[in-house]
């Protein structure tokens, strides 16, 4: 693999902004998500997809990517995650930057004391959400092996977490080694598509509503959906097809912040395919009472 091939996946330019690669990967993982495409290969895509943007996500883990390709963005060539990154249950590698510190030590003719204290494996588990779990929060028991058997532990997931994004359980990985501290635990979150509708940029919220050609050339009243319950929302006379109305406070939590985001809905005028006698006679009046404030034309003339 060389460093392009996460750009192939989610179909962007190497130079792509965040927010192209955000809107790629939306596209992507609700065209690709197992619960939404029952597709032979949809599943494995979904998690090239979920691989891809986990790393050009994040600004640091894009950056070691560009540069080293996988390794660095897994930590092999410095990120976060100290040498061979993080596998549930698994040993990752070198360990971290103190047991590298030992082999050169010992290469280099160094004081080397196998028999010191030494940190344990850091662990990573993957947790999946629906859409409104990750806006809202939830408290869930997760079973995971941290090298000396299976244990239960209580994750309280914050309100506003996205894809990618990582929590750190201090001294829930794997039992360090001569009496050393137990490594981290780190929960990364995976959130699915929602299934009414729902598109997310942060903490704002869009939501496509269909309206009659009527509604919006009357003005209305309607009911529209957000995810924290049904929201009256006032259509004016004239309103155009791609017409934004701003729900404020509607949205999802700010998780480096106070308050909410806001919501936003976006109006289809919806056109009917099919009009009994009653529609189209009102139609016809409506056109005669138009074409009677037009200047005619030479054919409307003959």
């Known amino acids: 693999m060389n460093n392009t091939e996460y750009y192939e996946r989610l179909g962007v330019d190497k130079n792509a902004t965040q927010d192209e690669i955000k809107k790629a990967y ?76 030992d082999i050169f030590s010992q290469m280099f003719g160094g004081g080397f004391d196998p028999n010191r204290p030494r940190k344990g494996q850091d662990l990573q588990y993957r947790m999946r959400l629906n859409f409104e779990e990750a806006i809202f929060g939830k408290k869930e028991t997760i079973k995971f092996n941290r090298g000396d058997g299976a244990h239960e532990i209580e994750v309280t997931v914050p309100a506003g977490v996205e894809t990618g994004q990582q929590m750190r359980l201090a001294g829930q990985g794997e039992e360090g080694a001569n009496g050393g501290p137990r490594g981290d635990l780190f929960v990364v979150f995976q959130v699915a598509p929602s299934k009414d509708g729902f598109e997310r940029d942060g903490a704002d919220i869009y939501l496509e509503e269909k309206i009659d050609f009527v509604s919006a050339t009357l003005g209305d009243e309607i009911q529209v959906k957000s995810v924290h319950g049904d929201v009256s929302l006032k259509i004016p006379a004239g309103t155009q097809t791609g017409t934004r109305f701003r729900l404020r406070g509607k949205g999802a939590p700010r998780l480096r912040g106070t308050g909410n985001g806001d919501q936003y809905i976006i109006v289809k005028i919806d056109v009917p395919t099919k009009l009994n006698k009653g529609q189209k006679k009102a139609l016809e009046a409506f056109q005669e009472a138009t074409d009677g404030t037009k200047k005619k034309s030479f054919f409307d003339k003959l």
């Open 26 to 101: 939306r596209k992507l993982s609700k065209k690709y998500h197992p619960d939404l495409n029952h597709e032979a290969g949809a599943e494995e895509k979904y998690k090239e997809v979920q691989e891809a943007f986990e790393t050009l996500g994040e600004e640091q883990k894009r950056a070691q990517y560009d540069q080293f390709g996988p390794a660095g963005a897994n930590g092999g060539f410095g990120g976060q995650g100290g040498f061979g990154g993080y596998q549930q249950g698994q040993q990752g590698g070198f360990g971290d930057f103190s047991d590298l510190g």
